[in-house]
C-alpha cells in the first residue's frame, strides 16, 4: 500500500533547526498535492504547510501563518522535504506527511489531487509521523 515515509525528526535547542524528508516509492506521488501536519499532545493535528502542481515546471507552495518565514518547502516529483529554522518550544510536535493521490502525473489536470490543501481530510496518504521535539 502506498504510504509516505518521514525521516529527519529529533531532539533540537530553541533557534535550532531540523530538515524532514518525505518520499514515496518510485514515482508514487509525482505531482501530488503533498502536505505537511503536526500534532502536539492533546491538539488538533494542524496544517504547516504544502505544495501542488502549478501547471508550470515548478510547484505552488504555501505556509501556516506561524511557520512563515522559518520553514521552507522544497519539492521534487514525489519528495518533498521540510527546512525548519529559527525553531521554538511550541514546535514540538509529531510532523505527518501526506499526500492527496497517487500517479497524479498520470490523472487530468482537472483531479483536485493535483493541487495543494491546507484541508487534512483532503489527504488520502498518510506517514508515520516523525516526532520533533524543541528543548527551551
Known amino acids: 500500500q502506498e504510504q509516505p515515509v518521514e525521516s529527519g525528526g529529533g531532539l533540537v535547542q530553541a533557534g535550532g533547526s531540523l530538515r524532514l524528508s518525505c518520499t514515496g516509492s518510485g514515482r508514487t506521488f509525482s505531482m501530488c498535492g503533498m502536505g505537511w501536519f503536526r500534532q502536539a499532545p492533546g491538539k488538533e493535528r494542524e496544517f504547516v504547510g504544502a505544495?501542488?502542481?502549478?501547471?508550470?515546471?515548478?510547484?505552488d507552495i504555501d505556509y501556516a501563518d506561524s511557520v512563515k518565514g522559518r520553514f521552507t518547502i522544497s519539492r521534487d516529483d514525489d519528495m518533498m522535504s521540510l527546512q525548519m529554522n529559527d525553531l521554538k518550544h511550541e514546535d514540538t510536535a509529531v510532523y505527518f506527511c501526506?499526500?492527496?493521490?497517487?500517479?497524479?502525473?498520470?490523472?487530468?489536470?482537472?483531479?483536485?489531487?493535483?493541487?495543494?490543501?491546507?484541508?487534512?481530510?483532503?489527504?488520502?496518504?498518510w506517514g508515520q509521523g516523525t516526532q520533533v521535539t524543541v528543548s527551551l
Open positions: 501526506a499526500a492527496r493521490g497517487t500517479y497524479c502525473n498520470m490523472r487530468s489536470i482537472y483531479d483536485n489531487t493535483r493541487y495543494l490543501s491546507k484541508t487534512a481530510d483532503d489527504y488520502a496518504y
Open positions: 505544495s501542488g502542481w502549478s501547471g508550470t515546471r515548478a510547484y
